[in-house]
C-alpha cells in the first residue's frame, strides 16, 4: 500500500511540474497578432550630433503595440557607409539599438550628415532621424598603410613595363576611408607579377622588426580590398619575412616567410582579416615547410611584401587596396 501511494504522489508531482501556470501567454495574444500596428512612441536618437572619436555613441528608440521585426539603416550622406541594426520586439532602445561608429557596408562613416530610417516589416511607412557625425570612428592598432600621405619613401615600390599600368596613389571618390588608396592594375602577358610594394619595419622607426605582440593569437592583419568588376581575377600576396635573430637581415634559407594569398572574387570593397597564427608558407601557391625555427613570432616580423598577381593568359587585371593595418586580440571592426 505505502508504494503505491509513493507512486501516485510521484505522478501528482510530474503533472503539476508540466502544468503551465495561469495567465502565462507564450508569445503575442491573438488579439495582438491581428491588431493593427501603431506606433506608440516616435522613433528617436537619443542625440542629435555624435563623437565617436570621443568614444561617444548614439541609440535609437521608438515603441509599437506589438512585436514586430524592425531595422534601423543609417546611411551617411557624403560617404555613403552604411549601418545596419535588427531586432524584433515591442521597444527599441539603448541595449538593442546603439551604434559606435561601425560600417556594414563599406566604406568607412566620415564627418558627415547621417540619416537613420526605421524599416518595420508589412508596414509601409518608414521613420527617420538625422544624426550628425562630427568625428568619425578612430580606428586602433598599428597602421601600415593608409596613402594618405602618398607613399612612404621607406617603401620600396616595384612595377612590371606591362600595358596600361597604374600602379600608383589615386585620390577620388572610390577611397573607403580619407581620401587616397592604392591603386593595383595593368597587363602582364608573360608573368604572373604585375607590381608589389615591400613594407620594411624600418620605414616606421629606429626598429628592425614591427612593434607586435609575442603571441601570434592576439596579432590580427587587416586591409580593404576592391574587386574590379569585369576584369582578370587580381590575386593579393601578403608575404611576412621574419627576423628571427633581429640582426636586421632577411635570410629566406634560415628564416620564416609566412605567407596570406587573396583571391580578388568580389566586386567592391570588402575587409579581409587575418590572424597571425593562422598565416600558412605557401611556394607557387602551395603550402611549404617553413625554412626558420616554424614558430609564428609577429615581434620579429622585419618585412611585408604586397604583391599583386594574375593569370598572364587573361588580359587586364585591376584591384585597389587601402588600410592596411595589425590590430590586436580580433579582427578590424571599421
Not at 531595422?71 to 555613403?80: D, L, R
Not at 586602433?140 to 621607406?154: H, K, Q, S, V
Not at 616567410?257 to 567592391?268: A, H, I, L, R, T
Request: aromatic share 10%.
Amino acid at each position: 500500500m505505502k508504494k503505491i501511494i509513493i507512486f501516485i504522489s510521484l505522478i501528482s508531482l510530474s503533472c503539476l511540474s508540466c502544468r503551465k501556470e495561469k495567465n502565462v501567454i507564450d508569445g503575442p495574444s491573438v488579439s495582438e497578432i491581428f491588431s493593427s500596428f501603431t506606433i506608440l512612441e516616435n522613433f528617436k536618437a537619443s542625440r542629435d550630433s555624435v563623437n565617436f572619436k570621443n568614444l561617444e555613441s548614439v541609440y535609437f528608440t521608438a515603441t509599437f503595440n506589438k512585436i514586430v521585426s524592425w531595422q534601423i539603416t543609417i546611411v551617411g550622406k557624403t560617404s555613403k557607409a552604411v549601418k545596419v541594426i535588427k531586432g524584433d520586439g515591442k521597444v527599441i532602445a539603448v541595449n538593442n539599438s546603439t551604434w559606435n561608429g561601425t560600417t556594414t557596408t563599406l566604406p568607412l562613416f566620415a564627418k558627415e550628415m547621417c540619416t537613420a530610417t526605421l524599416s518595420i516589416k508589412d508596414v509601409t511607412p518608414v521613420y527617420e532621424v538625422n544624426v550628425n557625425v562630427t568625428e568619425p570612428k578612430v580606428l586602433t592598432g598599428f597602421m601600415i598603410a593608409d596613402f594618405e600621405t602618398g607613399l612612404n619613401p621607406g617603401w620600396t615600390k616595384f612595377a612590371q613595363t606591362g600595358a596600361n599600368m597604374d600602379f600608383k596613389v589615386k585620390t577620388d571618390s572610390l577611397a573607403p576611408q580619407g581620401k587616397n588608396y592604392f591603386n593595383m592594375a595593368g597587363t602582364v602577358n608573360w608573368d604572373y607579377l604585375i607590381g608589389l610594394i615591400d613594407f620594411p619595419a624600418t620605414a616606421y622607426g629606429a626598429s628592425v622588426t614591427y612593434p607586435l605582440s609575442t603571441n601570434p593569437n592576439d596579432v590580427y592583419f587587416n586591409c580593404l580590398i576592391y574587386g574590379v568588376p569585369n576584369t582578370n581575377q587580381s590575386i593579393i600576396l601578403f608575404q611576412f619575412r621574419e627576423d628571427e635573430n633581429s640582426d636586421g637581415t632577411l635570410n629566406a634559407n634560415n628564416e620564416d616567410q609566412y605567407d596570406f594569398e587573396v583571391k580578388v572574387d568580389w566586386v567592391g570593397w570588402k575587409l579581409v582579416s587575418i590572424r597571425y597564427a593562422d598565416l600558412v608558407s605557401l611556394s607557387n601557391g602551395a603550402p611549404t615547410t617553413p625554412k626558420g625555427n616554424a614558430l609564428r613570432n609577429p615581434d620579429k616580423l622585419g618585412k611585408i611584401s604586397m604583391l599583386h598577381l594574375a593569370n598572364p593568359n587573361d588580359g587586364f587585371a585591376s584591384s585597389k587596396i587601402d588600410l592596411i593595418m595589425f590590430t590586436n586580440t580580433k579582427p578590424l571592426e571599421p
